[in-house]
């Protein structure tokens, strides 16, 4: 479901920063500083977020930011499951069940751009199934399907789209 527009994000960003925590002590991986703020600016809302975005906001922040570190800390993130590359935006989005190399499927709202991660099972298996029907080796995978979110499609009616 999409997170409400009144929803107050700060429980999603405490969890996913615990989560983050945790997961990294586990695996002896450091959440740096830099690490941890890219994090909090990815997790800033439950839209896609793109590298200069949080480089800009970095930016206002510490003269020092420049785009490789935000680059290494966004692949850092990667690797931990920690965030999601969306595609088909160029930009990332935060993970509610951060692990590494989970498949995931998400709605994409071309309007307001709010991202919604799915955990369809019976999809993945689907294409694992049809890929090895194939004698295709699946490496990861990842469904963007895009359109307009409930809110969007509301309000696009009310204006008479």
């Known amino acids: 479901m999409q997170p ?3 929803h107050d994000h700060s429980h999603c960003l405490a969890a996913a920063l615990a989560a983050a925590e945790s997961l990294c002590a586990s695996r002896g991986a450091r959440l740096t500083a830099i690490r941890r703020r890219v994090l909090e600016l990815v997790w800033s809302g439950h839209k896609a977020v793109k590298a200069y975005d949080i480089l800009e906001e970095l ?5 020092s930011a420049k785009p490789p570190t935000v680059y290494r800390a966004l692949d850092f993130l990667l690797e931990q499951g920690l965030i999601h590359r969306i595609e088909s935006l160029n930009a990332f989005v935060g993970c ?4 590494s190399g989970h498949a995931t499927q998400f709605l994409i709202c071309d309007d307001c751009h709010t991202v919604i991660e799915m955990a369809c099972e019976g999809l993945e298996e689907d294409i694992a199934h049809e890929a090895d029907q194939h004698g295709f080796a699946v490496a990861r995978q990842m469904v963007e399907v895009h359109g307009r979110c409930q809110r969007c499609a509301a309000q696009a009616g009310q204006a008479g789209d």
């Not at 509610?96 to 692990?99: A, G, K, M, N, T």
Request: hydrophobic residues 15%; negative net charge.
């Open 59 to 63: 930016a206002h922040e510490s003269a």
């Open 96 to 99: 509610p069940s951060p692990r």
């Open 4 to 6: 409400e527009h009144s």
